[in-house]
């Protein structure tokens, strides 16, 4: 059994936690579910340390490696996020999404690649780092919308009366779901820069108008809207827990769609 076996087997079982605590919430079920995750996350730090001591370069260069990064990253900054905003219930969309991730990357081989050089830059090691804490805080924005809206609709149907009794409040939920997305949007936008100062390092410019470029952009801009709407005219609740949703849709294009239904010369770093 390898090390990601492991690791994927730890994150189903904090999943199945955490959806029994949606349900049944006991206490221990919320440790079973967060103590699994955790568990999860350590050997996941490991085997990502040792794929970067072994390869001698940033294990982010195929998509096994890059899906794997994913998983990581999405349950280290729920860990960390948690200790601050104690949303225990938001687990049971982090973990499940990390386990999803997690059997992606265990179902897809890792393949050589030709292009270690490229991968050894410290800006890279910024880009993707940022980039990806980014957009695990906008995935826990958009967990916070999808449950903004279930508790919002609960509300005012007063018919299911499930959610109601077990979901947090809309102000703590709003609340908490902006501080994700100003925080991700943050990260977004250094990883954006120093992607800048890598693809001038690698391709000798700065912008080349690449799909993903494109569409980091168009993801970048959706957070940006929704940020300045928020601060100008007043968008909260609904509306800014549909944007969240929306702009995380965009984000998963950029992050998968463009590299299966457009070519451009980011997919040579998620080949498979």
Not at 34 to 41: C, D, Q
Not at 56 to 70: I, N, R
Not at 228 to 244: I, Q
């Amino acid at each position: 059994m390898t090390l990601m076996t492991v690791i994927l087997f730890l994150y189903l079982l904090s999943a199945a936690g955490y959806i029994v605590f949606l349900f049944i919430q006991k206490p221990v079920l919320h440790r079973l579910g967060f103590g699994m995750l955790t568990a999860g996350f350590l050997a996941h730090t490991f085997h990502i340390g040792d794929e970067f001591v072994r390869l001698g370069f940033f294990p982010v260069h195929t998509l096994h490696h890059t899906l794997s990064f994913t998983a990581w990253t999405l349950a280290g900054v729920y860990l960390i996020l948690k200790y601050r905003y104690r949303l225990n219930i938001l687990g049971s969309f982090a973990a499940p999404l990390a386990a999803v991730v997690a059997i992606a990357a265990v179902c897809i081989p890792e393949v050589p690649t030709e292009y270690g050089h490229q991968l050894k830059s410290i800006w890279l090691i910024l880009h993707v780092g940022f980039i990806f804490i980014g957009q695990a805080c906008l995935a826990l924005a958009c967990g916070a919308g999808i449950l903004y809206l279930i508790q919002d609709h609960a509300i005012k149907s007063k018919s299911n009366r499930f959610f109601l009794k077990r979901l947090p409040s809309l102000e703590l939920l709003d609340v908490t779901g902006y501080m994700f997305i100003f925080t991700g949007f943050t990260m977004l936008t250094i990883g954006l820069i120093t992607g800048f100062i890598y693809a001038h390092q690698v391709w000798g410019r700065f912008w080349s108008w690449d799909p993903k470029e494109i569409w980091s952009g168009v993801s970048w801009l959706i957070y940006a809207a929704l940020l300045h709407g928020r601060l100008t005219s007043g968008w909260r609740g609904r509306r800014s827990a549909v944007m969240a949703i929306i702009g995380f849709a965009a984000l998963v294009f950029t992050f998968l769609g463009v590299n299966i239904f457009l070519e451009g010369h980011h997919d040579k770093f998620t080949r498979w």
